[in-house]
């Protein structure tokens, strides 16, 4: 995927926003299959003002595309501001570059921001995500916690539940 968004678009740098930016930092074969059961990639690119390459990557290799059919896969675009991110994560991106990728290469969220980023959109296969990475201890819940202090700008609510939801994985003597 990160071979053909690099033929498609002058911008080398992909940024794999969604769940499936944990194929670039955990083994695939170590991922529970809530983790890799997605078909859809969401990719994004830091310097997209106006969502045209995000658009781009829709039109050549998004759903219903060739690559699709012949992949069983496809990409979408979307916007760097998608997904709620804490703050820092730009500086905890991990590269995913290799041959395989070239002439593109991609940047995947560090798991836990990915983790928190999916509990903020609250959906039931967002938790489902979660759930299943902290039960494989791919994630740790105390770092989820922390990341989930640095989100700015989220509504009083949804950090109650977010704070409620991942107290249920802390010991109790690290729930304040």
Not at 52 to 59: F, I, L, M, P, S
Not at 128 to 151: H, M, N, Q, S, T
């Amino acid at each position: 995927m990160l071979r053909s968004t690099g033929r498609i678009i002058v911008d080398r740098n992909v940024l794999i926003i969604g769940s499936q930016s944990v194929l670039g930092t955990i083994p695939e074969d170590d991922l529970p299959l809530e983790a890799t059961s997605s078909m859809e990639v969401d990719v994004a690119f830091f310097d997209d003002p106006d969502d045209q390459k995000a658009d781009q990557v829709d039109a050549f290799i998004g759903e219903f595309s060739q690559f699709h059919e012949t992949y069983g896969y496809y990409a979408q675009g979307v916007s760097v501001s998608t997904a709620v991110l804490p703050e820092g994560w730009r500086d905890r991106l991990v590269l995913v570059e290799s041959e395989n990728t070239q002439p593109g290469r991609g940047y995947a969220l560090d798991p836990h921001d990915c983790v928190v980023s999916k509990l903020v959109a609250g959906r039931e296969k967002d938790a489902l995500f979660a759930d299943a990475l902290l039960r494989a201890g791919l994630v740790r819940p105390d770092v989820v916690a922390g990341r989930i202090e640095l989100l700015v700008d989220v509504h009083p609510l949804v950090m109650k539940r977010l704070r409620d939801w991942i107290a249920a994985y802390l010991p109790k003597s690290d729930i304040c």
